[in-house]
Nanobody, 121 residues
Framework: QVQLVESGGGLVQPGGSLRLSCAAS????????MAWYRQAPGKERELVTTITNDGSTNCVDSVKGRFTISRDSAKNTVYLEMNSLKPEDTAVYYCNAAVRSRPWSAWNDYWGQGTQVIVSS
C-alpha cells in the first residue's frame, strides 16, 4: 500500500557531503514520525535521526552537527543532509515512516529498500 524509495547514496571522500532523499507513495492519509537508520557491515541497524510531523528532530551523538534531517510534507519526502562525512559513516541507509493509509487506520511502519553510502578516499 505504501512504498518508500530512497535515493542519493554513493561514494564520497572523507569530509565530503551527500544528500539522501526518501519519497513515500501509495495510499497515504497521514505520515507521522520519519526517520533514518543505518546498518554498517557486520553491525546491527541503528537509528540515526528522527523528525516528527511538527518538525521536531533528534539524532544520535555521533552525527550531531554533521547530519540534518528535514521533511517536505507536501511531497511526503524526508531528506538527510550529511556533511563532514567520515569513514565510519559507511553503511546502508534506510528511511522509515509511520503511516496511516486511512483516517480510521492504525499506524503502520514502512521501510525503504536502503541506499549505500561509502566514505572512502
Amino acid at each position: 500500500q505504501v512504498q518508500l524509495v530512497e535515493s542519493g547514496g554513493g561514494l564520497v571522500q572523507p569530509g565530503g557531503s551527500l544528500r539522501l532523499s526518501c519519497a513515500a507513495s501509495g495510499i497515504i492519509f497521514s505520515i507521522g514520525t520519519m526517520a533514518w537508520y543505518r546498518q554498517a557491515p557486520g553491525k546491527e541497524r541503528e537509528l540515526v535521526t528522527t523528525i516528527t510531523n511538527d518538525g521536531s528532530t533528534n539524532c544520535v551523538d555521533s552525527v550531531k552537527g554533521r547530519f540534518t534531517i528535514s521533511r517536505d510534507s507536501a511531497k511526503n519526502t524526508v531528506y538527510l543532509e550529511m556533511n563532514s562525512l567520515k569513514p565510519e559513516d559507511t553503511a546502508v541507509y534506510y528511511c522509515n515512516a509511520a503511516v496511516r493509509s486511512r483516517p480510521w487506520s492504525a499506524w503502520n511502519d514502512y521501510w525503504g529498500q536502503g541506499t549505500q553510502v561509502i566514505v572512502s578516499s
